[in-house]
């Protein structure tokens, strides 16, 4: 089991108001950033179950809002499972990755993801 967390601001890519260049270089950051992070480690081999957890804090209002996990959370997260998919080796649609999803309330200023991968 390979359990990583990375300081990674995600965002809602499908309702974000950004410029395509701008969504392109943040793609392109959180692709990089998992990469770094997961390219020590040995890829497992074999059938594995990867979750992902994205961690937001509260809004201005103090009020943690989280994403529905059916399109919008599968969205910020996009660009991670991209990376993990790379890092394993495969297509993130082969069917010896089962992908799982979760968000948690983090602190204030603290924005993350955590990765666990189950082989």
Known sequence: MLTVSIPLRTTNGQNAREHH???ARRVK???AAVTWLLRRHKAPAGPVTVLLRRVSPPGATGRW????????LRGALKAPVDAVAAWLGRDDADPSIVWKYAQR????????????VVA
């Open 21 to 23: 260049m701008a969504r």
């Open 29 to 31: 950051a959180e692709r």
């Open 65 to 72: 809002v989280p994403l529905d996990e059916h399109d919008n």
């Open 105 to 116: 309330r983090g602190e204030p200023k603290e924005w993350a993801v955590e990765i666990e």
